[in-house]
């Protein structure tokens, strides 16, 4: 009889967004941060319902240009989700994801989210689509630059509609320790960052939120209603 090994875990993304200025470039290279020349341009494609049940609960289902289909949920969360309303407290300026790539690991968080058993006959996340009442939200190609500061990994972007935007983040693979020392340092670059910082509110994605896609003025190519959470 073979030995059953449990598989890997998924990744969880720890990560916190900050605004991108004339200084900004000065002030990651002042901290350390190594890289940012090369410009890497890919489009993403964000999926919801009508109603955005999967914005509204913190998912974000997305399609990636040459990369595939990713669904990011929130780190810890693995009961089935349900529509929440808004929060009425700012939200917190470093957040916890966890990463899904693939069909097969993709479709599997889908089914469970939305209660379909396992007989349902999809083959792919294509074919769920549609009986799931998802479609496209938002679509919008973005120029990212990246750089490493120490462990963390850092972004800039420019969506081509505009919108700058910074991410710090680390990716780990261990327990809530870990994410929780992790949370310490990405907020440690951030607060380092001063102005472009947001502090305690950080700062929004394009348009993400738990009120749809596009309040508050910035969205992609795409209907409103949606969700896109912006991010690596």
Known sequence: M?????????????????AVGPGTEAALAALGAVGLP????????????????????????????GQGWQ?????????PHTPRPPSPAPPSAVTAYREVWGDAGVLAELRRIFGVPPSAPWRGVGEALGPLGLRPTASFVTRRRSARLGGLRVELDEADFGY?????????????????????????VCRALGEFWGG?????????GRGGWGEGGVGGQGE???????GG
């Open 2 to 18: 073979g030995h059953w090994e449990a598989p890997p875990p998924d990744p969880i993304e720890v990560e916190a967004k900050f």
């Open 38 to 65: 090369h410009c890497a341009p890919f489009r993403d494609c964000y999926f919801d319902g009508p109603a955005a049940p999967l914005g509204r609960a913190d998912v974000w289902l997305r399609h990636r240009q």
């Open 71 to 79: 669904i990011k949920l929130p780190h810890g969360d693995t009961s």
């Open 164 to 188: 700058g935007l910074g991410e710090v983040e680390e990716v780990v693979l261990g327990g809530p320790q870990e994410v929780a020392e992790a949370r310490r340092r990405v907020e440690g």
């Open 200 to 208: 305690s509110r950080g700062s929004r994605g394009w348009g993400e």
């Open 224 to 230: 409103g209603g949606g969700g896109g959470e912006r």
